[in-house]
């Protein structure tokens, strides 16, 4: 019995890993396919890229488009700053993902960048599944 005892909490403490995982991992592949530009085979329009560098990540919900942008003055990407961000999400939580550029509003209803993305979301989970089974002992 002591065997078999210790293979379940060897099994659980394995899902449970992987389970705090998914969410994360999930979220950063959305990050990634939601910025994909049109010229790139996605449906995110960049010019300055401004409108794909003013992404953020929360835990409290998203915030409105507010920033007033100057494309003489073009954000750096955030890609790291947000993956760093991410890895701090624990089950249970909502991660909001969202664009602060004050036109995105606009330049969704025209491109529909989020909601594509967001049509993919179980697909785009079933591929961090894999990625967590991969590399998670």
């Not at 293979?7 to 979220?27: A, F, M």
């Not at 942008?69 to 993956?83: F, G, V, Y």
């Not at 624990?90 to 969704?108: D, N, W």
Request: aromatic content about 8%.
């Amino acid at each position: 019995m002591v065997g078999f005892k210790s293979d379940i909490v060897q099994w659980v403490s394995k899902v449970g890993n992987r389970l705090e995982q998914v969410p994360i991992v999930s979220s950063k592949i959305l990050l990634h396919d939601v910025r994909i530009p049109v010229k790139e085979g996605g449906n995110m329009p960049v010019l300055t890229g401004n409108l794909r560098n003013s992404v953020e990540v929360s835990f409290t919900g998203a915030r409105a488009a507010d920033k007033i942008l100057d494309p003489k003055n073009p954000l750096i990407d955030p890609t790291s700053r947000l993956h760093v961000k991410l890895e701090n999400a624990r089950i249970g939580q909502t991660i909001s993902i969202f664009f602060r550029a004050i036109y995105g509003p606009r330049m969704e209803l025209k491109y529909a960048f989020v909601r594509l993305s967001g049509q993919r979301w179980s697909q785009l989970v079933d591929q961090a599944v894999a990625r967590v089974r991969k590399f998670t002992p």
